[in-house]
């Protein structure tokens, strides 16, 4: 990848990669906020779902900044990190950050937080399981 903008380097796992496309834009071609925003969310719940060990759900997002427009053509990466973990919750911090026209300069666009309740089999909040070894 090329170097990162001033605001430094990605924090937590890349958990998803995907490319802008002409639908997901308005006609400026700028990429819609909704749509950067599910990005999020199902990166979100792939990173609280791997540590519940299971079924979660979104509950409350809690902040979310928009830094810079994602343009069509851009591939949006987004990086997650499990920043607390309570009885039924977890808290994921993610960055999304940009490659803009594929292969350029990478540039951070997105930020949020965003909270995930662990659910059973009916639906209902279970307790989170405790970290294994390999976690």
Not at 10 to 35: K, Y
Not at 89 to 106: F, I, M, Y
Request: glycine share 12%.
């Amino acid at each position: 990848m090329s170097g990162a903008t001033e605001a430094g380097e990605p924090h937590g796992a890349p958990t998803i990669r995907t490319l802008a496309m002409p639908a997901d834009a308005n006609p400026s071609g700028d990429i819609f906020g909704g749509w950067v925003l599910s990005q999020m969310d199902l990166a979100g719940g792939i990173a609280a779902g791997q540590r519940a060990r299971g079924r979660v759900a979104t509950v409350a997002i809690e902040a979310m900044t928009f830094l810079r427009p994602v343009a069509i053509g851009d591939v949006l990466c987004v990086y997650t990190e499990v920043t607390r973990v309570g009885r039924t919750s977890l808290s994921v911090q993610l960055e999304a950050w940009s490659l803009r026209g594929r292969l350029g300069q990478r540039e951070k666009v997105t930020q949020g937080l965003f909270t995930f309740v662990a659910l059973d089999e009916a639906g209902r909040p279970r307790l989170v399981d405790a970290p294994s070894a390999a976690d």
